[in-house]
């Protein structure tokens, strides 16, 4: 499987006229390459288009010149031809020593040649996992040192039933077996590293003269849900190492309100249900994947809200929402994160092609939401008539709920764009 596209090309351009590139895999077809011509005169590589398409290639050019491309029709082909460059002020420019690609095919685009995904790629894994399975060994040494402080924070853990944090947790569904050489008891394990995944904070930390990432459990400071127009922030105090929460500048806490910091930013329902086991109807930064040609425009979608400013001023609409107006919120901004936009600079819109789209994009909305078996009515209905249901069962409903009414605001966002579009 293909997690991560890497094209690397280490330094400029070396060309050789020679017929030394054969070796490259996979139906490489390449005339004379586009990728070389900002550092080739139009004499050399003249008007000749590069068509390249390859899964896997890892060539490595030694620095006598192994040639990675071959031309098509070698003007030369004597031995000592085949070594000798093209211009020798090419020398002065470097050699190319090292060029991979991996899941990715060249090929004409709208703004020249392009790279191009050749298969889906799935989102890449988070690279703090092993952080998680080394806090969770940590964590439960911990709680098996006799007369020790994480006993007593313990107690204020949720229980296996009650922790929701793994809930959608592919990333470990193959984990048990590991675990088992890990721990004497899986479910333990798995407890633990929900409690890891779910509590640890990650900070930059200076030792001595080193500015190094670590992530800490913090007892009590670890019981602050998650908002994302939050009141507090995690702060660590360099001069004397210390860990701080913060109150956000300039915002009021009234007596009795509940103090919340932002997790993360930028996470998908999806990861947010992986890693801390909730989800929320006004993620802005959920995503819908729309599948059709149908583009609105942005500052006239953005208008209709009276919203304006640079994305991340985008969350909160102030004004609106003084006047009681909660419409605006993060489905909003999420709505305009994730519809197709005809990109800045484009055409100014016209209110009829702004209203065909927008009705094509609510109709995806719908076909999305009818493949659901339950509505969202009855997903509320679900929740509000069994007060008893296991925390992990309310917490998938909810996700599941979440989506929908998320897929609804975005309806509705448009209904609202279609009637107060401008002409
Ligand atoms: C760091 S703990 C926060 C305190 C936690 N409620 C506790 O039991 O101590 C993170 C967990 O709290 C819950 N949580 C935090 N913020 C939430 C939110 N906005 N909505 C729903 N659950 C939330 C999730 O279960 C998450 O895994």
Known sequence: MVSSILLQQSINCLIYNNQLGKNLKNGLTIS?????????????????????????????????GFPLFQTESPQED???????????????????????????????????????????????????????????????????????????????????????SLLLATEHSAMPLKVKRLA???????????????RQIGFKIRVGSLV????????????????????????????????????????????GEEMTVNYTNGMRNNMLMQRYGFSTPANPWDVIPFSGNAKIHLDSFLSAFNICGSPKEYYHNAKLANEGD????????????????WSEGDLPPVPSLEIKSA?????????????YSTTSEQDQHILDSSPEMSWTREAAIKYRLHRKLFLEKVIQALDVYQDRILF
């Not at 586009?34 to 290639?57: E, H, P, V």
Request: aromatic share 12%; with cysteine.
């Open 32 to 64: 004379k390459p586009n990728l070389m011509q900002k550092c080739t005169s139009s004499k050399r590589i003249g008007g000749i288009k590069a068509r390249a398409s390859f899964d896997t290639i890892e060539t490595t050019l030694s620095s006598t």
């Open 212 to 255: 190094q990432h670590a992530n800490m459990l913090a007892p009590y400071a670890d019981m602050l849900s998650h908002s994302s127009q939050p009141n507090c922030f995690f702060h660590w105090r360099f001069k004397d190492r210390m860990f701080v929460v913060m109150t956000i500048a300039g915002r009021r806490v009234k007596k």
């Open 359 to 371: 009705k094509a994009l609510q109709e995806e909305c719908q076909e999305m939401l009818a493949e």
């Open 78 to 164: 004597t031995l000592a031809s085949k070594f000798e460059l093209v211009d020798p002020e090419f020398i002065k420019m470097g050699f190319l020593r090292d060029v991979r690609t991996y899941g990715v095919e060249f090929r004409e685009g709208p703004n020249g040649m392009g790279v191009y995904a050749s298969r889906d790629i799935e989102p890449t894994r988070r690279a703090k996992k092993d952080w998680d399975l080394r806090m969770t060994c940590l964590l439960l040494y911990a709680f098996e040192c006799e007369k020790n402080f994480w006993q007593l924070y313990y107690d204020f853990l949720p229980s296996a039933e009650e922790c929701t």
């Open 184 to 198: 004497r008891e899986p479910e333990r394990f798995m407890w633990a590293l929900s409690m890891a995944q779910s």
């Open 326 to 341: 909660n419409f605006v919120d993060g489905a909003v901004i999420a709505a305009a994160r994730t519809l197709p936009m």
